[in-house]
């Protein structure tokens, strides 16, 4: 159906940058959103930014101004450009795609995850 699969991950400074990629396999024409969200352990897994297929953005009040979502030409790939890091952006960060078949019912696809981890 649809395989996602996140690369980009690792430990920066604060104040630091890094950048997260996506990469859609399957049924990519019937995905309709791609974004990112995060999760720490013992918090509920929250938005970070999220994309449509026609461009349209958005993003969580926490990382406004900061960090940017993008995609390719081919909607395949979905980037997240993060911008002065914080400790507090430390989480796991996953991929995740909503696409609707055909009888108008919806589905979520999720990648594995990547660590992202900011010191002080």
């Known amino acids: 159906q649809v395989q996602l699969v996140e690369s980009g991950g690792g430990l920066v400074q604060a104040g630091g940058s890094l950048g997260l990629s996506c990469a859609a396999s399957?049924?990519?024409?019937?995905?309709?959103?791609m974004g990112w969200y995060r999760q720490v352990p013992g918090k509920q897994r929250e938005l970070v930014a999220s994309?449509?297929?026609?461009?349209?953005?958005n993003y969580a009040d926490f990382v406004k101004g900061r960090f940017t979502v993008s995609r390719s030409s081919a909607r395949n790939t979905v980037y997240l450009q993060m911008n002065s890091l914080k400790p507090e952006d430390t989480a796991v960060y996953y991929c995740?795609?909503?696409?609707?078949?055909?009888?108008?019912?919806?589905?979520?696809?999720w990648g594995q995850g990547t660590q992202v981890t900011v010191s002080s």
């Open positions: 995740n795609a909503k696409l609707e078949d055909v009888a108008g019912l919806g589905y979520d696809f």
């Open positions: 399957g049924s990519i024409f019937s995905i309709n959103v």
């Open positions: 994309i449509t297929s026609g461009g349209t953005t």
